[in-house]
């Protein structure tokens, strides 16, 4: 028996405990800005495979100089205190090393949505339902129990395998994936578990920028409303000359990669969204202000600034053609999420392997997708060199109501990446 079959029935025998993980992970609520109660639960499984994890807060001082930060939203609302990456080294030989892992962080829920309860795990026949089941704590169980089948197993690998569980990747992961980077765990490939539905193989992500438009007005009573200037009517024309400019960019920027496995988005590659709104205090008086803040993200094939230079010219536009705002022009500004688009060459040692691995254990074809979503692979490779790629379970309603994956696709993951493992490290004799 070889040792795929003897880590794939490794696994096997695990299931009940890789629910379990699963299910540990999802009840210790970790939504972004607070996760250090699911970090426990890592740290935790990591001493019980008596490794030592390194556990340690992110300095938003140590970072700023690099290329890749920005201060993140949590970041401004909470800090960095307490709120922890983890990562443990398994030693090896002196061959390649790889990383393994991804982040612990969750967007937030709206309750009343959900048919089943968001903050546990509920097992229906073959599938799972729970916040981050599937985005990606159900893929970080499937990591941990992958490393212990390696263990049990007496696998020892000829390069040193790098575990990770990050923070605040929902937020743009400066202060997870960039920090541990930055920390010295830097492998010669990298290999997420974000849910990319097996044996697809995740080589791209998305550009993604957050900006906010300030539309001034002038405040009166609306009984004298003729000599005021209603910001909020002012917004709509900033809204519809932005509503433009994604349908314009839409119809000229293509990426295949981002609508390989989904065809509904060939067309829909690039999204400008404006979420919210904040103008006025009373009604019976024009507002003087009003705040858009919005999203464009888009996939590999145009620059920060290139993008940037897009939204604010289509706002000046129309700010041109307007008296009232020629003379008091809205006010464009960057925040939060400033993230680079990336890519990987699908050709590349890591993305083969993973892709054929990914075949042989599930017994389906899989492609190479991405381009369509901000992740944190792109640190190892715009700022390190290191070839990325996403692997992990199927997901579904991943940020929505009712998130799920499969026990069958956590297995999945699970002896992919411990074959990964062997295939790229090699496997000493």
Not at 22 to 41: C, F, I, R, Y
Not at 306 to 332: G, T
Not at 379 to 385: D, K, N, S
């Amino acid at each position: 028996m070889n040792h795929v079959d003897t880590i794939q029935e490794t696994i096997e025998a695990k299931e009940d405990e890789l629910i379990e993980l699963a299910t540990d992970l999802v009840e210790a609520k970790s939504v972004t800005g607070n996760e250090v109660p699911a970090q426990n639960v890592i740290v935790d499984r990591l001493e019980h495979l008596d490794l030592e994890p390194d556990v340690w807060d992110p300095s938003a001082d140590d970072l700023a100089s690099h290329e890749g930060y920005f201060e993140t939203s949590s970041y401004d609302d909470v800090g960095y205190e307490g709120r922890p990456n983890v990562a443990a080294r398994i030693k090896g030989g002196d061959g390649p090393t790889l990383t393994v892992g991804g982040h612990i962080d969750v967007v937030d829920v709206t309750e009343s949505e959900w048919n089943r309860s968001p903050w546990t795990v509920t097992q229906e026949e073959d599938t799972l339902y729970g916040r981050g089941v599937a985005d990606m704590k159900g893929g970080l169980a499937s990591v941990l129990i992958a490393i212990e089948a390696l263990a049990e197993n007496d696998i020892e690998l000829n390069g040193d395998l790098l575990f990770q569980s990050t923070i605040e990747e929902e937020d743009g992961g400066v202060g997870g994936a960039l920090s541990v980077l930055e920390r010295g765990y830097v492998p010669d490939a990298a290999v997420v578990a974000e849910p990319f539905n097996l044996p697809n193989v995740g080589i791209a992500s998305a550009g993604v920028m957050y900006f906010r438009v300030t539309v001034p007005g002038k405040s009166v009573h609306a009984a004298w409303g003729h000599e005021g200037v209603n910001a909020i009517g002012n917004a709509a024309l900033v809204y519809q000359a932005l509503e433009e400019l994604d349908t314009e960019r839409k119809a000229h920027i293509d990426y295949e990669p981002a609508y390989r496995a989904n065809p509904d988005l060939e067309g829909n590659v690039t999204n400008l969204n404006l979420g919210m709104i904040e103008a006025g205090d009373w009604p019976s008086t024009l507002p003087a202000e009003a705040i858009m803040k919005g999203r464009i993200g888009w996939p590999p094939g145009e620059s920060r600034a290139e993008v940037r230079a897009q939204i604010e010219d289509a706002v000046a536009a129309v700010a041109k053609e307007d008296s009232w705002l020629s003379e008091y022009p809205p006010e464009v500004e960057w925040f939060g999420w400033q993230a680079e688009p990336h890519e990987i060459d699908s050709t590349c040692e890591i993305a083969t392997i993973a892709k054929g691995v990914g075949e042989a254990v599930t017994g389906r074809s899989g492609t190479y997708v991405g381009g369509n979503a901000g992740l944190d692979e792109r640190f190892y490779t715009l700022y390190y060199g290191v070839d990325a790629v996403s692997v992990g379970p199927d997901g579904a309603n991943l940020h929505g109501a009712d998130e799920h994956t499969t026990v069958t696709s956590l297995k999945e993951t699970a002896l992919t990446t411990a074959v990964i493992a062997t295939e790229y490290c090699g496997v000493s004799a």
